[in-house]
């Protein structure tokens, strides 16, 4: 298979001398994918959709408990809408890896907007139920295993291998920069004219997307043939990552984080409602404080243009998320708890994002779309089974002592992994090299450090 440095080489302009000095070299550097012209298209389109996807998420947490009242009830929403991606996605990274990634997308983005639309006439019309909620919930989570492992496979289809670490990053960055303008409009809607207008105005946004995506120029990929089944596809990428042990160990810290500490957005409707005796509003402002930090901490990955160290922000990061999630879970004020989510955002976007940039850098080409189907199920699937935990432990104790457990989890997996590191250097740095994986600065400087 050829290099995918060469599909988007017509598109890339050259970085030069700038005549304003080091800050716009800086600048430069963070937004560097932002050269290439079908990164630029993919970035508008899915900045506008993602405001819309947070909106709805925001709006559908708040319709949900409206109905119900019940932390249990958001739990099983939220495990409806992810358990598909724990049971699909192996599927859906091998479509991404036998099929054109770009078509794949298109069609998830355009089935996203059905179901949005669906959802919205539902609540606009004042008939939604819960069960219907619960139901579209389950097959956006279906349309999620097939887009999550292409679109983060398609990255490298846009910017090539030389600038898939910062293409992550602003990727990241666009993901949380939505989180903070999506959960604060959401917030104002819900409470001035309800949860419907958000759920219409998600379904719109993805005619955004979809349109940058018919607009990009992508030379058609080389796929091998297959002559193999479906099912031993499939089973080639789990071999893949179950033998290669740095990436294992990194989608096992990350399952775990998934499991027993992210599912603590799932009970923000109760911190904002019972805890900080709030609103919609309330709400929005929690989960844009959130986003906050995760743009932080995704800017600051931008920036980099190597992967030197990157394995010891992975473990920092996730020891930080949980002491963040514990002082949060104690806070009774309101402008306490917003001022600690802003680390909690931070941490927890450092962890995800360098462990993508690091699988990525260490897998190759062939198996990229079945590996990431094993990061979506590991950071998206085991989350619906947290989801339902979460929300059935704080019927039981309480919303502030489950967040608190899970920050508990994720420190002692921080720890466990920060002592696998130097068993993991030496084949990390080898897989690496076999990439050839330049990352901005000497391969041999970058790949003999990436998991210090």
């Known amino acids: 298979m050829p290099d995918n440095v060469s599909l988007n080489t017509a598109e890339k302009p050259a970085i030069g001398e700038t005549a304003s000095g080091v800050s716009v070299s800086r600048w430069s550097v963070m937004f560097r994918a932002l050269r290439y012209r079908n990164f630029q298209l993919f970035f508008a389109g899915q900045l506008i959709s993602l405001v819309g996807t947070w909106m709805d998420n925001i709006a559908e947490a708040w319709l949900v408990y409206r109905l119900t009242g019940s932390s249990l009830l958001l739990g099983t929403v939220a495990f409806a809408g992810q358990i598909p991606v724990f049971l699909l996605a192996p599927i859906g990274g091998m479509v991404a890896d036998r099929w054109d990634r770009r078509r794949v997308v298109i069609g998830t983005q355009a089935a996203s907007m ?38 983060q496979a398609f990255l490298v289809d846009m910017v090539g291998r030389e600038d898939l670490m910062n293409a992550i990053a602003l990727n990241s960055s666009m993901f949380n920069g939505a989180r903070v303008i999506g959960p604060a409009i959401a917030g104002i809607l819900v409470a001035s004219i309800g949860e419907g207008w958000c759920f219409f105005a998600n379904s719109v946004s993805y005619i955004a997307v979809i349109a ?38 990194l989608l096992l810290l990350l399952g775990l984080v ?15 409602a019972r805890i900080l005796h709030g609103n919609a509003t309330t709400l929005g402002t929690l989960m844009g404080a959130t986003g906050i ?49 802003v680390p909690v955002g931070f941490s927890m976007m450092v962890q995800m994002a360098s462990s993508n940039t690091l699988i990525q850098a260490m897998v190759p080409d062939r198996l990229r ?27 039981r104790i309480g919303a502030p002592w489950t967040v608190a457990l899970g920050g508990l989890g994720a420190i002692i997996g921080a720890f466990i992994f920060a002592r696998s590191l130097p068993k993991l250097r030496v084949e990390a740095r080898q897989l690496i090299i076999a990439q050839g994986v330049a990352g901005g600065e000497p391969t041999g400087g970058m790949t003999s450090r990436a998991l210090e």
Do not use: Q
């Open 114 to 151: 059905v179901l949005a639309g669906i959802l919205a006439g539902l609540t606009l019309s004042g008939r939604v139920k819960v069960w219907e909620v619960i139901l579209l919930a389950s097959l956006m989570g279906v349309v999620n295993a097939f887009d999550i492992p292409a679109r």
């Open 212 to 249: 940058g995506l018919l607009m990009m120029r992508i030379s058609r990929r080389a796929v091998e043939e297959h002559h193999a089944s479906a099912f031993e596809h499939i089973a080639e990428g789990f071999r893949f990552v179950r033998r290669t042990a740095p990436i294992l160990a």
């Open 258 to 272: 998934s499991l027993v500490a992210m599912p603590y957005s799932v009970l923000m409707p109760i911190f904002a």
């Open 293 to 341: 930090g995760a743009l932080t901490g995704a800017l600051m990955l931008a920036s980099r243009t190597g992967l030197k160290g990157l394995s010891r922000w992975v473990a920092v990061s996730c020891a930080g998320f949980g002491v963040a999630l514990i002082l949060f879970s104690l806070s009774r004020w309101y402008l306490l708890s917003v001022i600690l989510l």
């Open 369 to 395: 779309g079945r590996t990431m189907a094993v990061y979506s199920m590991m950071f998206m699937g085991m989350a619906p089974l947290g989801s339902l935990l979460s929300g059935a432990l704080a019927d």
